[in-house]
């Protein structure tokens, strides 16, 4: 069995708040007994992009005991996140990476649209993407930061990851799909896309509420539909040996 840990919108800004917050989750995964196999960064590591936010993102997400792979968000930029993360030249074209473990890719697609807050998978990164499923064998699992479909949460609904058809095309070409993860709601939630389970990690900066609790019909405009004070939280995903794929959440307190 191997178990991949998920976490998302991390939100880095230089401030002690999201510093702490992203640390107190690393601290847990490095501290359990078994090491989990991978884990897995969906977006948003940075608030405002920056080199320095990077860098620290770096500090923070280096282990011993585990590879940590990442995709970039709306808040992320692309030229300082190669830069100062990935240790590459600047560049502007999609962050786009490919990862083997264990015979599990793993690819990271990039689903950002510099300046804007939706998000869209580019033709280049399709086909990236079609080409990696084709290559490789073995369970595969896809990731970026939006997520294709509505969620039931219009402040996030109305960022959400659009053109998705092209995307469902790519993934109803390889029935090796085991999942597609993703972040960017801040809340975790579960639910499907081109016949495959669509996974949603919770947030580790903060929570979403949903339309029905309080405060959750708030847009943008009036402070977000956004609860500060929850604890952090992670997914942790078990892909089983027969092919099953089972989910677990974990809220990290202090």
């Known amino acids: 069995m191997m178990v991949l840990a998920q976490l998302s919108d991390i939100h880095l800004d230089g401030g002690s708040r999201a510093d702490e917050r992203a640390a107190r989750v690393m601290a847990y995964l490095e501290a359990l007994p078994t090491p989990v196999d991978v884990v897995l960064a969906t977006g948003d590591l940075a608030d405002h992009g920056e080199l320095d936010e990077y860098r620290r993102a770096a500090e923070l997400l280096k282990s011993s005991s ?12 692309r030229s300082a996140y190669r830069e100062a993360l990935l240790g590459v030249p600047p560049s502007e074209e999609p962050v786009n990476e490919a990862h083997h473990v264990d015979g599990v890719l793993f690819a990271l697609c990039d689903s950002s649209v510099p300046g804007k807050p939706e998000g869209f998978l580019s033709d280049e990164t399709l086909e990236w993407l079609d080409r990696e499923l084709t290559e490789s064998e073995g369970p595969a699992f896809v990731c970026f930061h939006h997520p294709p479909v509505e969620l039931g949460i219009p402040a996030v609904d109305a960022m959400r990851q659009f053109g998705e058809e092209r995307l469902a095309a790519v993934i109803e070409r390889h029935p090796r799909v085991s999942a597609l993860l993703c972040g960017h709601a801040h809340t975790p939630a579960a639910t499907t896309f081109a016949g495959r389970p669509l996974l949603v990690a919770p947030g580790v900066t903060s929570t979403t509420r949903l339309f029905f609790e309080p405060g959750g019909a708030r847009g943008w405009a009036d402070g977000g539909p956004i609860d500060h004070d929850l604890p952090p939280m992670l997914s942790l995903h078990l892909l089983h040996d027969d092919g099953r794929l089972t989910t677990h959440h974990r809220v990290v307190t202090a």
């Open 66 to 77: 585990f590879p940590v792979f990442t995709c970039p968000g709306n808040h992320d930029r």
